[in-house]
């Protein structure tokens, strides 16, 4: 069955480096995103992604926040200079058109910044 | 604006006997809804979901929920809880745009 996947599956990086993460969505899916988990809070919306640009953005997905699609198959998510707040689980998500609105989700990334 | 809340932040309950995670949702039109479970350091897999079709849905793992129009809700349920079944439960409503919108999760804990 195709599955969405992510890497790494954990990232520790110091505050104000740069970090990319990595996801692969279902091959035929057209819509993409990112979520966000801070430890022990609820998950939440940070951008979507369709035709190769952004369809939607939250309040957190300031300027620090980019993404691309840099080929057929990644999807990437990168912060330009992380700060300790940034430090949460990351999923990554994809979806078909045709499948209601479900959302199909990587196992996610766990970023930690020192 | 399209909101979901959870109304339990934590339920316990012995294995064996039944368990309703209730959940609450604000939508201006009808709504997607879904119900994903969260193990300890796992991703996020989906139970279930309503799109509009059959009103009591059922999913994996003998869970079902019902979409109730006239009470804005969309309870989980399951008729005897198994020690396997502790996790974070997240309701989720999506968007007009299908963005995801998440309730802050149900800890359920199973007692032996």
């Known amino acids: 069955e195709p599955e969405v996947t992510q890497t790494p599956s954990h990232q520790v990086t110091q505050m104000g480096q740069e970090v990319i993460l990595r996801c692969v969505p279902i091959s035929n899916h057209l819509y993409f995103y990112w979520y966000r988990q801070i430890l022990g809070q609820k998950v939440e919306f940070l951008v979507s992604f369709y035709n190769n640009e952004i369809s939607e953005k939250s309040e957190i997905f300031d300027d620090q926040f980019s993404v691309e699609r840099p080929d057929g198959s990644n999807f990437t998510l990168k912060i330009r200079s992380t700060k300790l707040e940034d430090s949460a689980m990351y999923f990554c998500?994809?979806?078909?058109?045709?499948?209601?609105?479900?959302?199909?989700f990587g196992p996610g990334t766990r970023l930690t910044v020192l | 604006a399209q909101s979901v809340t959870q109304l339990d932040s934590h339920v316990s309950v012995s294995e064996g006997t039944p368990v309703l995670l209730r959940c609450n949702y604000s939508?201006?039109?009808?709504?997607?809804l879904f119900w994903y479970v969260q193990h300890p350091n796992k991703g996020l897999q989906l139970l279930l979901k309503?799109?509009?079709?059959?009103?009591l849905v059922k999913g994996i793992n003998g869970f079902e929920a019902e979409f109730k129009k006239s009470e804005t809700s969309f309870h989980l349920t399951k008729p005897s809880a198994h020690m396997s079944d502790a996790a974070e439960y997240f309701c989720v409503v999506t968007s007009g745009t299908y963005k995801y919108i998440f309730g802050t999760g149900t800890r359920l804990k199973v007692l032996a």
């Open positions: 939508s201006s039109y009808s709504p997607s």
């Open positions: 309503y799109t509009s079709a059959a009103t």
């Open positions: 998500a994809s979806r078909d058109p045709g499948q209601g609105g479900e959302q199909f």
